[in-house]
């Protein structure tokens, strides 16, 4: 691999990171903490939507951006040709 | 059958279990023993992963916890799941394809220094020993509640169980028993709270039981909350009604952000973790195995949530204004003929978890805010097996102050007891206690038995094969394969001696300990290796200051503010110190970036190293040498 391909896949690496950990931030530090009383004037069903986040809805959220970084880097990886 | 029987049949069932896969999987080699041979699937590993990550705490102690803190819990739910995306997308593809056995090799490599390797092996240690000391008391008192033997023979029993398969096993017979753990861990955490959730709301997910309506008219005691409210505004009510906080009221948000980062960046730097990725055989396996760990955790995390307020409401509404001695005994029946009977409080009592104060002399217990015994921390202080006529303990506290709103509290409550007895407290069959039991033993001896290895891969892998024995003209250890596989085995069985130890002579105080594990973790692993993977201009005295740094301060706030009784109004900026590590990590990457750039770069063999890992082609098996 050339060192221009080398410094483009972890441009493009880096890149997906942090589009994903700002996704994390915003549904745990922003929703669950941050905005958690703003958050809990909405209420579902009796369950205020901030407490929610912070105690259920942030952990399904993580789950799914783990298995969403796992097919953006398998595609970038193909991308690259640096796949195994 | 009976539930004596019941629980040494599923108890033992599940032992003979775990003891079969050990003897299976036994390790021929060392790499067998720190890696597992490298070839474990990615969905075994998850499994694996999430049960050695699931300690007795999360197991026993979680519930309990959050139900007591309400909203403030949060931090502990993400906290604890949130860290596995900061190791998936930063941390463990990149470890995998470095491809050594443990996280100081990667500290001592990267850094081209020794002396950052030691340190690195000290922490882990550390913290390792840290967390089983908790792990083994945790199995001594499963073992004496549900076997009826005192908790320093639970000790010893747990002690030989994680022997034969630590020892033998290595990581490979772990990695397979630990899967089978996570099986019955999880079955034994979700029936139980099924039953709950059926019980209180009429759901039979109990993710979705908390939106849910409650079944019965609920007396707190001050007023009935009637049958159809929302559960969470049952909760929130009676709370109120009984002088607590609400329990969806948020606390203070400062601190909830500081302990959330630290116990997300402490999971993601500890070693017993992060070891875990050096199993799988790609570094996109170390990728997906993230992913499926989380999974499995959040099957488990997602329910906490619902058992915590489930088992709040049906505490108070199976406790308020019975009388005592008709309830441990006979039982009585509720006002709309549910059954409701109190021998689970009289088994807790004999455990010293619960204490009630009939301190209005009417022969009913009382449950509201406030405190129950005169004590700083509320606990009851018995006197020896007295008992009132009508049965209860008694103790020789004094009278708290009276006057409290609505009415005085008259009992004490130990949070560690709620998902023990919550089956019992709601009348569940014998089954799902039995289950319990074995669900509880899983939980802590799957993650004893990981940390064990940890401990004994750092000192025959790092401090042996990599320090001591270290032959410098070749660069590689002077312990041939065999007699390190040995060193390691010594190492094992050493450490579980330790921890047999610690865990029979508790030093008073595991509970604040944690903080430490996590908080170390946070200010040390976490910020070296996220430096070592992205930054390539980091070098070996910007590690060292930048570790030396954040180990030391958070070390000595941890130990002025929770060992020396440093004063909560000298906080720095109001940090508690469970969330003091967040703080230290920063520091760490501040130093460790200013050191660096004032020194030499590191030699070019380094920056090579640091290209090659971040890409994922060419991973190969993980390597001793």
């Known amino acids: 691999m050339t060192e221009e391909k080398a410094k483009a896949y972890w441009r493009e690496n880096i890149s997906t990171i942090l589009k994903l950990l700002s996704v994390w931030f915003i549904v745990s530090y922003g929703a669950g903490i941050l905005f958690i009383n703003q958050l809990n004037t909405i209420e579902i069903s009796g369950v205020k939507l901030g407490f929610w986040f912070a105690q259920q809805g942030a952990i399904y959220v993580f789950v799914i951006l783990i298995f969403v970084y796992v097919r953006m880097m398998n595609k970038l990886d193909e991308k690259y040709d640096v796949h195994e | 059958m ?15 279990l775990y003891i079969g896969i050990a003897i299976w999987a036994k390790a021929a080699s060392t790499k067998d023993f720190y890696v597992a041979g490298g070839g474990v699937h990615p969905i075994a590993n998850g499994m694996a992963t999430a049960a050695d990550w699931m300690s007795a705490a999360s197991f026993i102690s979680l519930a309990g916890l959050i139900s007591y803190k309400g909203s403030d819990g949060g931090a502990y739910l993400m906290g604890w799941t949130g860290g596995y995306v900061l190791l998936a997308l930063l941390l463990a593809p990149y470890l995998r394809k470095f491809g050594k056995f443990t996280v100081p090799d990667f500290i001592g490599d990267r850094y081209y220094s020794n002396v950052a390797r030691t340190v690195a092996v000290v922490a882990t240690i550390f913290v390792s020993f840290t967390y089983v000391a908790g792990q083994m008391r945790g199995v001594g008192i499963v073992f004496s509640r549900f076997l009826q033997v005192d908790v320093n023979t639970g000790v010893y029993i747990g002690m030989g169980i994680v022997f034969i398969y630590a020892v033998l096993g290595g990581m490979k017979g772990i990695t397979y028993t630990q899967v089978a753990q996570y099986t019955v861990m999880i079955i034994a955490y979700l029936i139980p709270a099924i039953f709950l959730s059926l019980m209180v709301t009429d759901t039979f997910l109990p993710q979705l039981g908390i ?53 997300m960046v402490g999971t993601a730097g500890l070693p017993h973790v992060i070891v875990r990725f050096f199993t799988v055989p790609r570094v996109k396996d170390a990728r997906i195995s993230a992913g499926y760990a989380l999974l499995f955790i959040a099957l488990l995390y997602t329910t906490v949530a619902s058992v915590a307020a489930f088992s709040r ?40 978890l619960l204490a009630w104060n009939d301190r209005n002399g009417d022969g009913k217990i009382q449950y509201a805010a406030g405190k129950a015994f005169d004590n700083a921390k509320g606990k009851p202080a018995f006197d020896g097996d007295k008992v009132a006529p009508d049965g209860h303990r008694l103790t020789t506290n004094a009278l708290p102050a009276k006057g409290a709103k609505p ?4 009992v004490y409550i130990d949070r560690d007891i709620i998902v023990l007895a919550n089956p019992e407290i709601a009348n569940l069959p014998n089954w799902v206690i039995a289950l319990i039991a074995a669900g509880g033993l899983a939980a802590a001896l799957s993650t004893a038995a990981g940390l064990l290895l940890v401990i004994s891969a750092s000192i025959s892998h790092d401090l042996l094969g990599k320090v001591i024995f270290n032959d410098p003209a070749t660069g590689k250890s002077k312990l041939s394969e065999k007699s390190e596989l040995m060193a390691a085995r010594l190492a094992a069985v050493a450490a579980i001696i330790v921890a047999g130890y610690l865990g029979i002579h508790p030093p ?23 430096l070592g993977i992205f930054d390539k201009r980091m070098n070996k005295a910007g590690a060292i200051a930048g570790i030396s740094t954040g180990l030391i301060f958070t070390f000595g706030y941890i130990i002025y503010f929770v060992f020396m009784g440093g004063d909560k109004a000298d906080y720095l900026w ?52």
Do not use: C
């Not at chain 2, 159809?228 to 969806?248: P, V």
């Not at chain 2, 004032?598 to 971040?614: A, C, G, K």
């Open chain 2, 313 to 352: 409401v049906n505490t108070i509404d199976r406790i308020q204004n019975v009388e005592y001695k008709q309830w441990v005994t006979e039982g009585v029946k509720k006002s709309d003929g549910r059954e409701n009977h109190g021998s689970w409080f009289r088994t807790w009592e004999k455990g010293s």
């Open chain 2, 508 to 530: 008073g105080f595991v509970a604040q300990v944690v903080a430490f594990a996590f908080g170390l973790a946070a200010a040390s692993f976490f910020p070296a290796i996220i």
């Open chain 2, 211 to 263: 939106f849910a309506t409650t079944t019965f008219d609920f007396n707190d005691g001050v007023k009935v909350i009637p049958q159809g409210t929302y559960l969470m505004h049952a909760l929130d009510q009676s709370l109120a009604d009984l002088g607590f906080k609400e329990y969806t009221q948020p606390g203070n948000l400062w601190n909830m952000f500081m302990l959330t980062v630290a116990l």
């Open chain 2, 2 to 16: 009976d539930l004596q029987t019941l629980i040494y049949l599923f108890v033992g069932l599940s032992f003979a």
């Open chain 2, 407 to 410: 009415f005085d509290n008259e």
């Open chain 2, 574 to 625: 109001g940090i508690a110190p469970t969330g003091i590590g967040t703080l230290g990590m920063v520091l760490h990457f501040i130093v460790a970036y200013i050191v660096s750039r004032m020194t030499e770069p590191p030699p070019q063999h380094i920056q090579d190293l640091v290209e090659s890992i971040r890409v994922p082609r060419g991973a190969g098996e993980a390597q001793a040498h």
